[in-house]
């Protein structure tokens, strides 16, 4: 378990910058933290062993370890209703698609100590107003639609409880169900509205709601069901409405934490915990894909128990970066009681300065946007099949048994909510457990088993051994700079497993290859996912994993567009941006046992790749590593011309068998036959692939994710690690490469 | 409900096994893993790291998320490759009732 966890409020930050650290104890007592550089974080004994380096710098000394909870659960909170006049007769209206019933409470809408409209544990709508309960004969189903409303009629001292389903298959129309009991209610302001929550009595919010909601209002008056129906299902008549008090339409301003009241009173609310906006609502019946074409099909919000944004830790002390301090990949560690083996790291970037160039030419790219797909997976944990996928039982870290205790940390992309819908966002405003060095995974391979940041110490640790000096700079800092940032070096080398990207990112590392930028791809299936940022809440980043990919779920019918950006969500490769175009290589299979060498192609002696191979000799090269024992394995990528590798493109070396646990990638198994697999189809390999861009530039990739662990076979004394140096070596020379033209494909 | 039933025509796969517990398998071999390591567990065996490549403790998991893992005391590996000789013969027995190590000498 983990004693203690923190995390940063940014992953990357220059030099005189200031970084907020948040501490919560889960055990200890008392903890102390230092600075240090992460230079090799894989504590395998095979491996090149741990290394840090400790920065001189005081942060503060021995402090209280205070124990600070996860909150998860998303809604809407809109404050300000206290401007309203107080309310004698109201209706309270919604509509609901509730898709988890689990015997919890769940409230659907919520003017907390005045009323409510929620689920109880049997399933059944209840209405509360002041002291009065109504609880419907109607249970809400997770397969429909529901108009549900609680209203109050002081004349007739009435409170009411309706809901009508809407049955999509039914060839009647929808009939509301009302119960109705005597009531004197006094006249009051509601103080804030709640959707999809409500307040507990210490203020906390609970009873989250897992489903969608649509178009909650409330009018100063009691309306009939029908007259609700009529009403919701029209905005324009809704808002002249004179009893209106407030609706909100969800299709506004889909793209921010905001939500617009239409109503003339203009109580404005905001999201809490980042639901996810953008889905299809009550009236989406299919007629439209995109919702930047017909926003107002797109009026519902998808709300989970388990959404997590900002975990909003108090900060326990600030550090300014030293204005000395190099680039380079750092952590704050945080010792509990003086228990060194127990510590926590926060891991984060400290990119060279952003006004002026390090004079460094080589840039580690820190592959943030991964991370956080990854941040706190648990594939070995969540999904059974992931045994399979590795050839042997799940290890569980410690870190994986806190994760298993602690589900409130909130998920990665690649988790399911409680309800089984996909998990579209991740946030690094909370404790990402897994982005520590030492710490173990599910998919490294046989071997040290390690995965995405810890693997990519591999690479940091390959840089230190052979003294290249090096800029570290993140996916967030490409996203924001571009080129501008990228034009610095003559080489750019990737992490192990770059695989999610934005548009901004994908785009600045193209326009640096074909201006004569070096990549060197030392990773696999990279480049692979679409996500987004949001430019009103930092830190969050969102994925639609639409039509194809390897993927553990799908958006949902019409829900294939990013709610962030409006992006068409999902592979790459489908929206015109192949990694093959940039890489010359494009993922094909996958599997977590063992790993190949490649054997070297005639391509090997093309006088375009002599510098590569100088004091390398064939025919295999690889037959070693720390994953999987091998250089090409856990996920691996072919050139393909059909897919964009450029027809120049030599493709030096290839793995030429894996094992049948590796099979065809979906987007190319379009016609599934029992032999798409590692021992049967040769489409299944990694290809050691390198070319050169009209603009001077050049591309290296191993098409692995394995590579690295290779490198820092021997204490990086092999083959792998002098061809990579091979590489870099004249990958760092200013001399522009010349752009054959030719067939070389 | 996985269709496929271990029986007794699947020793020479568990004879593979033993030979070689990771790596290349046979299709028939990786059918009856796929058995074993597929979704139909209530309480699916796994390692908890003790010592980082050094120590191990079979545990259970069980399937919901946040329930807690469940160590079986006194079973420790110190190798990996052992510990799935271990769990592949824990799990022949639960799904045959089978005795691996006393029921594979008894055939050829």
């Known amino acids: ?276 906006r953008a889905m299809t609502g009550w009236l989406w019946k299919g007629q439209e894909l995109d919702w930047k074409l017909r926003p107002d099909l797109y009026s519902a919000i998808h709300f989970h128990a388990t959404d997590m944004y900002d975990a909003g830790w108090d900060v326990d002390f600030t550090l300014t970066i030293p204005s000395d301090l190099k680039s380079g990949v750092y952590a704050v560690r945080l010792v509990p009681d003086g228990d060194e083996d127990s510590a926590y790291f926060c891991v984060f970037a400290v990119r060279p300065p952003r006004d002026r160039p390090s004079g460094n030419t080589v840039a580690f790219l820190f592959p943030t946007c991964s991370y956080m797909a990854y941040a706190n997976h648990r594939l070995g944990m969540d999904v059974p099949g992931t045994e399979i996928g590795m050839g042997r039982a799940v290890e569980l870290d410690r870190h994986h048994m806190f994760l298993q205790n602690n589900p409130g940390i909130g998920f990665s992309v690649y988790e399911t909510h409680d309800d089984e819908s996909g998990v579209f966002h991740t946030s690094r405003l909370r404790p990402i457990v897994d982005m520590q060095p030492k710490v173990k995974s599910f998919l490294g391979g046989f071997g040290s088993n390690i995965w995405q940041f810890n693997a990519d110490t591999h690479i940091l640790g390959w840089l230190d051994a052979i003294g290249q000096n090096h800029d570290v700079i993140t996916d967030e800092d490409m996203h924001a700079d571009g080129l501008t940032l990228l034009q610095r070096y003559n080489v750019v080398i990737t992490g192990t497993h770059p695989e999610y990207y934005t548009r901004n990112m994908i785009e600045a590392l193209q326009g640096f290859t074909d201006r004569g930028g070096r990549l060197m791809y030392l990773g696999g299936n990279g480049f692979y996912w679409v996500v987004s940022f949001n430019e009103d809440m930092p830190g969050i980043m969102e994925c639609r994993r639409s039509e194809a990919g390897i993927r553990p779920w799908e958006p949902g019918h019409g829900q294939f567009y990013h709610g962030f950006t409006g992006e068409y969500g999902g592979l790459w490769r489908r929206n015109d941006h192949p990694p093959n175009h940039l890489c010359g290589v494009g993922m094909t299979s996958q599997g977590f046992d063992v790993s190949e060498p490649y054997v070297l192609s005639d391509n090997a002696t093309d006088p375009r790749a002599a510098f590569i191979f100088d004091g390398i000799s064939g025919p295999g090269i690889g037959n070693f590593g720390l994953a999987g024992g091998g250089a090409a394995g856990l996920e691996v990528d072919r050139a393909d011309p059909a897919q964009g590798t450029p027809d120049h493109a030599l493709v030096l070396a290839f793995s030429v068998r894996h094992t049948d646990i590796y099979l065809m990638t979906p987007e190319d198994l379009l016609d599934p036959t029992p032999d798409w697999s590692g021992t049967q189809a040769d489409i299944i390999r990694a290809d050691l692939t390198f070319f050169e861009t009209e603009g001077g530039g050049a591309v290296f990739s191993t098409g692995s994710i394995a590579w690295a662990g290779a490198m820092a076979w021997n204490n990086y004394d092999n083959e792998v690690a002098r061809m990579t140096h091979n590489v870099l070596r004249r990958f760092n020379e200013e001399t522009p490469f010349d752009f054959p033209g030719g067939q070389g494909w | 409900m996985a269709r496929y039933q271990i029986t007794e025509e699947d020793f020479a796969f568990a004879r593979e096994f033993m030979e070689t517990p990771i790596g290349y398998h046979s299709p028939g071999l990786q059918r009856v893993l796929n058995r074993m390591r597929g979704a139909d567990w209530t309480r699916k065996y796994v390692l908890v790291i003790e010592e980082r490549y050094r120590l191990w403790r079979l545990a259970q998991l069980p399937v919901g998320r946040g329930a807690q893992v469940e160590i079986i005391e006194g079973v420790v590996y110190t190798d990996l490759v052992e510990a799935e000789r271990d769990i592949f013969r824990r799990r022949w027995k639960d799904l045959t009732g089978q005795d691996l190590d006393t029921a594979l000498p008894q055939t050829t």
Request: hydrophobic residues 40%.
């Open chain 1, 1 to 276: 378990m983990l004693p203690i966890v923190g995390y940063t409020n940014k992953l990357t930050a220059e030099p005189g910058e200031t970084v907020d650290v948040m501490v919560s104890s889960f055990g200890a007592k008392t903890y102390s933290a230092d600075l240090r550089q992460i230079i090799q974080g894989d504590t395998n004994p095979e491996g090149p062993g741990y290394k840090d380096h400790l920065i001189t710098l005081d942060l503060g000394g021995t402090r209280t370890a205070i124990s600070k909870p996860f909150k998860p659960g998303s809604c809407v909170i809109v404050p300000g209703l206290g401007a309203l006049p107080a309310i004698q007769d109201f209706t309270l209206a919604a509509v609901v698609r509730p898709t988890l019933l689990d015997g919890r409470r769940r409230s659907i809408v919520a003017l907390p100590g005045l009323a409510e409209i929620a689920i109880d544990g049997d399933g059944h709508l209840t209405g509360q107003a002041g002291d009065t309960a109504l609880v419907s004969s109607v249970k809400l189903s997770t397969k429909h639609w529901h108009v549900v409303s609680l209203s109050y009629d002081a004349r007739r001292e009435l409170l009411s409880l309706a809901i009508a389903r809407d049955r999509d298959e039914a060839s009647t129309p929808p009939r509301a169900h009302i119960v109705s009991t005597k009531a004197v209610l006094a006249a009051r302001v509601p103080s804030e509205c709640i959707i999809a929550a409500t307040r507990g009595a210490d203020g906390e919010l609970t009873a989250f709601l897992d489903g969608k909601v649509d178009r909650p209002a409330l009018f100063d008056t009691c309306l009939e069901p029908d007259t609700i129906r009529t009403l919701l299902t029209d905005f324009a008549l809704l808002r002249r409405q004179r009893s209106l008090l407030a609706a909100w339409d969800f299709s506004r301003r889909m793209t921010s934490r905001t939500i617009c009241d239409i109503s003339p009173f203009q109580m404005h609310g905001h999201i809490h915990n980042a639901p996810a």
